[in-house]
């Protein structure tokens, strides 16, 4: 199974943007779907965006379309959200998270972004 690492995440203002990274380490990251979720206090986690293992298809959250952007580079065992135009109500620890119907699920520790107005 893979083990995730996020970093990427901080202080920014509104209409700002971030990049968030998430490094795998483990065998066959290119096997499993990428994506990331966030979890904003007293909220529960929800989906923000997923690749495919390819990269070649992509899903955003209607909260996000059109704002972020998913990438994956397999070569580096890596995958990132580009978050651009940065809202308030994007503030939430940032989640990567690897899926495989042959492998299983993994979660990284998070990274924390915060959005002031």
């Known amino acids: 199974q893979v083990q995730l690492v996020e970093s990427g995440g901080g202080l920014v203002q509104a209409g700002g943007s971030l990049r968030l990274s998430c490094a795998a380490s483990?065998?066959?990251?290119?096997?499993?779907?990428m994506g990331w979720f966030r979890q904003a206090p007293g909220k529960e986690r929800e989906f923000v965006a997923r690749?495919?293992?390819?990269?070649?298809?992509?899903y955003y959250a209607d909260s996000v379309k059109g704002r972020f952007t998913i990438s994956r580079d397999n070569t580096k065992k890596s995958v990132y959200l580009e978050m651009n135009s940065l809202e308030p109500e994007d503030t939430a620890v940032y989640y990567c998270?690897?899926?495989?119907?042959?492998?299983?699920?993994?979660w990284g520790q998070g990274t924390q972004v915060t959005v002031s107005s």
């Open positions: 998270n690897a899926e495989s119907a042959l492998l299983g699920t993994a």
């Open positions: 483990g065998r066959s990251f290119s096997e499993y779907a």
């Open positions: 690749v495919s293992w390819t990269g070649g298809v992509t």
